[in-house]
């Protein structure tokens, strides 16, 4: 019976990094055996997630697509740093900037997002931030919550990995709702998301070891 490798996982991020800190906690607790988080990429300088990179020694590399000149040179260099560090996760965590076809078909069901609502409401192109939670008080739903997500060419629209429910209660505002939906999903689903398909690219990869040795 051959060991499982632990997988090596890049989080993209744009912003304070709570969800970042949820996955290194959940690594530190030992809820992400099958995961390891070796580096943290920024596409903004000086956000709060790059701190939380630093206090925890983690590599961090900041990468904006102003200083590198187009789309095509970010995403280049992106794919550089992650090949050159044996990455074999990508996990969007309230990373802000879509990433191309041609660069999410490099990395089929190896790049994951968190969305702070239930897909398919109050997603796609536009739905971001507190956009997402306004948008959901708009329209009156009285359950909202956070999906994990594959990511493919069409923004939040890959395969879904897991879903939670929270309730939208009286008297909500946008930021009163987006700290709920953080706290009792976000933060709980994305680690528990990590590690499944953490095991489950680990098992592949044992699984094509064995067929290669047929
Ligand atoms: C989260 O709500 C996430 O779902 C969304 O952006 C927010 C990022 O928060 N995509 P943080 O940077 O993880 O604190």
Known sequence: MKTLRRQNIAVLVSGSGTNLQALLDAEKAGKLPMGHISLVVSNKK??????RAEENGIEAV???KRDLGSQ???EAALQETL???HIDLIILAGFL?????????????RIINIHPSLIPSFCGPGFYGLKVHEAALARGVKVSGATVHYVNEIPDGGEIILQKA???LPGDTPEKLQKRIMEEAEWLLLPQAAELVCASLAGKETEDESHAEL
Not at 102 to 108: L, Q, R, V
């Open 97 to 109: 900037a879509i990433l191309s076809a041609d660069f999410t078909a490099k990395w089929p069901g």
């Open 72 to 74: 095509e040179a970010f």
């Open 166 to 168: 929270v309730a939208v």
């Open 46 to 51: 000086e956000v709060y997630a790059l701190a």
């Open 83 to 85: 090949c050159e560090r």
């Open 62 to 64: 900041t990468l904006v």
